[in-house]
């Protein structure tokens, strides 16, 4: 056996016996990584440290509501969850996750100050439709006030998301996925976008990614 | 590993291109939303747009520049393996003007037909298969080693090829991750062999090849002598051949440097240019450094990176002797480049530019030796000028692409090489009383070749790309007309590619 053939095995041996640590691990099928290091090391990636995001494809999570994040990422790990991002980005990533991580992670999210993205404002009108949709919604077009659930700092309550601040592409994408698949199952979302036209969908995310401080 | 199918070419391509078929047939077959795509997709259970771009390999997302910069440790060990197979069939404008002998290896023809060079236009080829081992190794190591089969690596006398199987690109890393109130600092080490394939942006040197290309150069008409930015390391395998261990640091996803050096592949790091002949590596003296530093910043649904890198190494003379202090050439290579890049379902947008400037100082003894491909100009009198000591190469690349619902796309891209006029590039004219020259023939001395690349490709699923390409040439070896002496125009090597890309 000459030199290199030895190196090579003493190297092998050590890059897989030696150097494992829950410390700063990126793994995600291992239980005994906490779900922080995981929100840190992985999840930020996409995400933000803080949750904060600046490109719009990526959801905002800081300031959300932990109730709706571990609710996602359960419904994320069962393949529940079938619009394409979901499952192009978050089936693989949440498939091995446990209870504790998942709980953890969302702990981290909703503990995070949520900031505006940055952005050109939309212009006066949109902002006042946006806004009167979402506190009065459209008796005429039988639009619910979203206000109602998403509550009236647009904060979100338990299972329903806080819509403060969040991208407004992100918004309008969902609103479509809700709209026109079954992409999310397993909310009253498909019932209350029915009625949705692409106008009242673009002026209410405009509204919630600049939401009155 | 040593050369696997010299002499089996016809039969190991035909064994090829069944695989391919049964590969593509299976792969039609599987839902969209499977995961049975490469290591890396295994491993982390993502599909391919999470890393590349609008879905197109190998260029990344700043997901996936993060991914390769902590060492390729997201996830979860898995399978290992992988592999990438193109079919590809090219046709090359004008093939009544080829060469004489095998431009890869120098060997004459059998038939003593100058166009057997192109015996292969028009066919469908297995133009090359890697295979990769690759992934999670532990929680801070992980690597990516490529080992890559050319079926047409040179033509044999009796007109069949032989293939050639080499150490391709390999990169295995120590990556960690320290993390704090202010601070987001990504650090770690890259044993790898071929300087920049440790880059994380497709605009460095071993990454804007945009694979496959065409070149009219090599037996199946891709890769080859593509104009495309490098160290000057390149001894015809694939990857640089050579042994480097860097460091490197991303500060807040905005700061990255990496330093490194690189020796000769020999000894302990033989495994780095494995496949190459003793006689053909590439011969460092001593140490060769090579650094690299950007600014990265995210902007929106887009992403801006401007950097710039360098290297110099002192590179002996084929294969000559590595104690002969006469014997090595000089390379210092200095590079801009920058990258935009929109992502935004269903739109992603690239542009990417890069310039290297590379100037060459020729060793002693090859100076002395003069010129050994002709020894007269073509008016098969005037002997060819004296050697001059050193060149200076200039190559530019710009390409914009863009890729809807990473399913179908274009791209355009330009290239353009100029530099220093010399005797030491002419390679036409007249040896030994004949004529030499045709396709890699240059009568001028001039390296400027320049054209275009158009690109429209479509993935029917994500491990499969079909693609068609048409490359015009407006300058080739100096001239955009009879650059050869022999009457070959820059336009005569103008090629159509048809490829499928396919990797499980």
Redesign the interface.
Known sequence: MN??VL??MGAAVA??AG????E???????PNVPGVTLA???C???HG?DGNT????FPQLAGQQPSYIVNQLTNFRAEQR?D??G???M???S??LTDAQIADIADYYSKQTPKRP??PSPDATTLAAGKQLYTQGDAQTNVLACVTCHGPSAQGMAHFPRLAYQHS?YIV?QLDIFQNTEGRPGTPMAAVTHPLTAQQKASVAAYLQNFPE | MNRLVDSHVPLFRKILIFASLLCVWVATLLPQ?A?AVPTF?RQ????C??CHTGGQFPELT??GR??KL?GY????RTNPLSAMVVVSAASVADTTKGESTDPVTGNPYSTGNSNSQFSMNGQPVVATASLFVAG??????GGFVQITHDPYASANTDGSYSGHTVADNIDIR?A????SDNR?LVYGFSLNNNPSVSDPWNTAASWTQYVPVASPTSHQFTDGAAPYPGFGLDAGGGGGQVAGLTAYMFLNKTYYGEVGLYRTAS?????LREGTDDAAITVLDGYAPYWRLAYNR????G?IMVGATGMFAKVYDGASDPTDSNSFHQVRTTGLDAQYQY???PHTFTAQFAYFRQDINYSPNSVAAGNTSVDTLIDNVTPVPALSGSDTTNTARLKLAYTYMAKVGGSLSLFNVNGTSSANRITAGYSGGEQTGQVSGNVTGSPSTSGITYEAFYVPIQNLRLGVQYTAYSQYNGSSSNYDGNGRNASDNNTVLLYAWLAF
């Open positions: 030199k290199s190196i090579g890059l897989l150097c494992s640590s829950v700063r691990s990126r793994d995600l099928a291992d840190q090391q992985v930020s990636n996409c440290m600046i490109s719009p494809a079938t394409p991002a499952y192009r980005y089936w693989g990533l498939r091995h940055r952005g592409d994408k | 939303s995961m997709a982390t259970g993502q599909n747009v999470a700043p997901y993060m991914f902590t440790t997201i996830g979860e999670k190794i532990s929680d801070r190591f120590y960690d991750r320290l993390i987001d000894n302990e790091f033989r495994a995210e902007l929106g649904a992403n992502i935004l379902d």
